[in-house]
């Protein structure tokens, strides 16, 4: 069976440092990878998505940027992270064919001091 | 407009009651439908998917979907205290074979005793 693991799970970090997110799907080949942030309170919003190695789509521009270096592997980064960045950060894969729901990582809580 | 919407709540039901919640889309080319649990703190997890007009049931879950007034809505029967959560309408873009899905902002439930 299909299993994706997100780490870490919580992480307090502070203005102007950087960020690295990892993502890794098992058990499934040629997955399409997507990062979302979750607000308080608020809905999802995906920020990246990757059908394939190198290959990444960027829905909104912001400090974050996102690499799929190997088939299974998906990494969220910042340079310099803001205040604003601060939310739940969701990782969620999918199979690449057209009716496959989105199963979800179990998140990390990024808290900017 | 928003592409999907759901009534943001809260709805309140008592223990053993049905409990309705309801999310419209916008695109009338959607053709796959989800719904997720999310707990307080948790990452979503799909409970429901439904692809074609009608109702379909799995345990106390039963997933409806009117395409032609673009309508989807789930129904939680003899509804128990460990439902109260947060329910997420997912709709698959039709548009991209990327798996994206636009979420509602979801219905948050609570299930009294």
């Known amino acids: 069976s299909q299993t994706i693991h997100q780490w870490p799970a919580t992480l307090v970090q502070p203005v102007g440092s950087p960020l690295s997110l990892e993502c890794t799907v098992e058990?499934?080949?040629?997955?399409?990878l997507y990062w979302y942030r979750q607000a308080a309170g608020r809905g999802l919003q995906l920020l990246f998505y990757?059908?394939?190695?190198?290959?990444i789509s960027s829905e909104v521009p912001q400090n974050l940027s996102a690499s799929r270096p190997q088939d299974r592997q998906f990494i969220l980064s910042s340079k310099k992270l803001l205040l604003s960045d601060s939310g739940f950060y969701l990782c969620?894969?999918?199979?690449?064919?057209?009716?496959?729901?989105?199963?979800f990582g179990d998140g990390t809580r990024l808290s900017i001091l | 407009q928003k592409e999907v919407e759901q009534n943001s709540g809260p709805l309140s039901v008592p223990e053993g009651a049905i409990a309705s919640l309801n999310c419209t889309y916008s695109d009338r080319g959607s053709q796959s439908f989800f719904w997720y649990r999310q707990y307080s703190g948790k990452s979503p997890e799909l409970i429901m998917f439904?692809?074609?007009?009608g109702d379909k049931e799995d345990g106390r879950f039963t997933a409806q979907l009117n395409k032609a007034s673009q309508y989807v809505s789930l129904l939680i029967r003899d509804s128990q205290p460990s439902d109260s959560a947060t329910y997420l309408c997912?709709?698959?873009?039709?548009?991209?074979?990327?798996?994206?899905?636009?979420f509602g902002d979801g219905t948050t439930l609570t299930v009294k005793p």
């Open positions: 058990g499934t080949s040629n997955p399409n």
């Open positions: 969620a894969w999918s199979g690449d064919y057209s009716n496959q729901p989105q199963h």
């Open positions: 997912a709709v698959r873009d039709p548009n991209t074979n990327a798996g994206k899905s636009t």
């Open positions: 990757s059908v394939g190695i190198g290959q």
């Open positions: 439904i692809y074609s007009n």
